[in-house]
């Protein structure tokens, strides 16, 4: 009985490795995914931002403003046209009221063009993009600062007691060179974005995998603390990192289902 038992009992233990260790080399033997599709898969994924036609609508609608602001302050406020046709246009309320009320007007929709560019740079952000935010971080908040700088030196010259012409021309003084600053940084803004949606590259991680040739020393490496490295930058290096490795896996995982499904 003692002989036979071991005899027995000795089998179970390689068939259940032996069935474990098929199903795992059936795993491993399989076709490999290449880099360079997972990388194009990226590619294709790619969203781009919406954000370059509000800027131009926006530097459009600000040069309309202040086109306006000087044909009112020329034919309104300076009197240098028909005072009956500004009386038509414009009723009772004074020329320099209007270029004011223009102005809070203004400055409300880059208030708006700044709250939905921070929330698409946002959506950039999470999708692993963070140079990109980087770059564009002070800049997409240039045109509020601009606009708010401006609308404190209007404020200046209305508690100032001036004359009205020499009122007039400080006002659009101030909306010029507001104009000169705001709209550059708009444009430059608008090609920095376009430039990033026509290169419809793919996330930072991946670009850095790519270039090291997926070593996870040089990754490790980049996204770990370093001496000189603040910590900021190194839990924001490490969220990148976990987004990426999300989308790494959601790949991985519609990749292995459709060769499972071929085969």
């Not at 509020?144 to 100032?160: E, M, R, Y």
């Not at 020393?217 to 000189?228: K, P, Q």
């Not at 900021?232 to 490490?238: A, N």
Request: with cysteine; hydrophobic share 40%; glycine share 6%.
């Amino acid at each position: 009985m003692d002989s036979r038992g071991p005899a027995l009992y000795a089998p179970a233990g390689p068939s259940v490795d032996l069935s474990r260790s098929t199903e795992e080399d059936s795993l491993v033997d399989g076709p490999l995914i290449p880099a360079d599709a997972l990388h194009s898969a990226i590619r294709r994924n790619f969203q781009s931002v919406p954000t370059p036609g509000h800027a131009g609508l926006l530097s459009v609608l600000h040069v309309v403003y202040v086109v306006l602001s000087m044909c009112v302050a020329v034919l309104c406020v300076l009197e240098f046209g028909q005072k009956d046709v500004c009386n038509n246009i414009l009723g009772n309320v004074r020329g320099d009221s209007v270029i004011v009320f223009g102005k809070v007007c203004l400055w409300v929709l880059v208030l708006l063009f700044t709250g939905c560019v921070q929330h698409h740079h946002n959506q950039a952000r999470s999708r692993g993009y963070l140079r990109f935010y980087r770059q564009t971080q002070g800049l997409k908040h240039l045109p509020l600062t601009v606009h708010s700088a401006g609308n404190v030196l209007l404020l200046v010259v209305l508690a100032v007691r001036l004359s009205q012409t020499v009122q007039t021309y400080m006002l659009l003084s101030v909306l010029g060179l507001e104009l000169l600053i705001a709209v550059p940084c708009l444009l430059y803004y608008t090609v920095q974005v376009m430039r990033f949606n026509r290169e419809r590259a793919a996330p930072d991680v991946s670009q850095e995998e790519h270039s090291h040739n997926y070593s996870v020393t040089s990754l490790t490496t980049e996204t770990g603390f370093r001496e000189g490295s603040s910590l900021e930058e190194v839990v924001e290096k490490q969220a990148d990192l976990i987004e990426y490795l999300k989308q790494h896996n959601i790949l991985l995982s519609k990749r292995l289902l459709n060769l499972t499904a071929q085969h």
